[in-house]
């Protein structure tokens, strides 16, 4: 290892240096705030887990995910957390085990041994929201409301909300009898978007015309929810087993467009979600100039049963430091104040004042070229604050 090569960091790990890392701090504060202001109690998963207890019902994009070492005192696997959402849904459902209605937030490293996409960090700072218990419209449109305002307070603009349903897919996939192997090729399918090979592939695989059909209107079932009433109705009078899941993503349309008018809203039924968890209603905010999600999120009713409590779940999780560099909020500016290099008690009580008020007090050691805006000064035998 050459001496530049010590400085290297690995792909997708990055040093956040000032005067970003106050900002994202900062952010960090307002958020955390704004979750505590709505009712959502802080909660702190462990980094580091027994394997077992991470994956545990979370599916193989996860496993993937997740960065495995050996726990040298009990010689049993560990894996660092790569979602902060399957562990919160374990303090939901064993941990804390509340009657009626929980509401859980969370901000804290996460760690991925694969990126979730050329532009994504793999040491993401997570940050989210969680409700359990309700299974109603109502609970999907607080936790998308709740982050859409956190985005607003981040100053992230232009946000475009993407809403679709895995009940849909599921729906299909159920009434077809597809395998866990054609379940997989449509996944990709799917997320290529492409409406020929999606055609082909329900021509060759599916026999019933009218599931055919159902599946291929999936790729068209995205777009302007206006304008896609029609397809909409198609597919509940094709597959009748989808109509309760169309008529919720329609619901929690209706209400968020009336809460949130400025925000764009787009249905799209193609959209799966990268983590197999979710099981209901799901969503993802874009802005113009990121290609990935700002933030994301959806239902995952099944999680908790693997814990011992199956609850109806919702919530969203976003990358702070993602927010932080397209968010415009404004950071709070301080003056720094220079004071002289003495041990009169007299001064160091009134630093520790200052300091306590939040400002920002530095008295220089010898080299310092501090840029001063306030002084500390003696004057006529009492310590004051001068301007520069
Ligand atoms: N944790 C999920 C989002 C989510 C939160 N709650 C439910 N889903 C993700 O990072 O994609």
Not at 42 to 56: C, F, K, M, N
Not at 254 to 275: H, K, W
């Amino acid at each position: 290892m050459t001496s530049a090569d010590r400085w290297l960091l690995p792909d997708g790990i990055e040093e956040v240096l000032p005067p970003q890392a106050r900002r994202i701090e900062q952010l960090r504060r307002r958020l955390l705030d704004q979750l505590d202001n709505s009712g959502y109690d802080l909660v702190i998963p462990p980094a580091l887990e027994y394997l077992d207890s991470l994956l545990t019902g979370v599916g193989k994009d996860l496993d993937l995910r997740t960065f495995k070492v050996t726990d040298q005192l009990s010689g049993r696997l560990m894996g660092l957390s790569a979602d902060t959402t399957p562990q919160v849904a374990r303090i939901d459902a064993h941990s804390l085990a509340p009657e009626g209605i929980s509401r859980l937030s969370y901000c804290r490293t996460v760690f991925h041994a694969k990126a979730s996409s050329l532009l994504a960090s793999r040491t993401p700072t997570q940050i989210g929201a969680e409700l359990y218990g309700e299974a109603g419209v109502g609970a999907d449109v607080e936790i998308i409301s709740l982050m859409l305002t956190l985005l607003e307070s981040a100053g992230v603009q232009q946000v475009h909300l993407d809403l679709g349903h895995v009940g849909v897919f599921r729906a299909l996939a159920a009434k077809a009898g597809i395998s866990a192997e054609q379940q997989r090729e449509l996944f990709d399918l799917l997320k290529l978007k492409c409406a020929t090979d999606l055609e082909a592939w329900a021509a060759r695989e599916i026999q019933d015309a009218a599931l055919a059909e159902a599946f291929a209107l999936l790729i068209r079932l995205q777009g302007d929810r206006q304008k896609l009433d029609a397809a909409i109705s198609r597919m509940a009078e094709l597959v009748p087993e989808t109509s309760a899941e169309l008529a919720h993503i329609q619901q929690v349309a209706e209400q968020l467009a009336l809460r949130f008018p400025q925000t764009s809203l787009y249905f799209d039924l193609t959209e799966l979600r990268g983590y197999n968890y979710h099981t209901g209603l799901v969503f993802a905010a874009y802005i113009p100039g990121y290609g990935d999600a700002i933030a994301q999120g959806g239902r995952y009713d099944e999680t908790g049963a693997v814990f011992g409590r199956a609850r109806p779940a919702t919530g969203f999780s976003a990358d702070l430091k993602v927010l932080a560099r397209f968010g415009t909020y404004q950071t709070e500016a301080k003056q720094t104040v220079v004071a002289p290099n003495d041990n009169d008690p007299a001064l160091w009580q009134l630093i520790a004042q200052l300091r306590e008020q939040g400002k920002r007090v530095v008295v220089p050691l010898n080299d310092d070229a501090i840029r001063a805006d306030l002084y500390l000064k003696k004057l006529d035998g009492q310590w004051q604050l001068v301007e520069a």
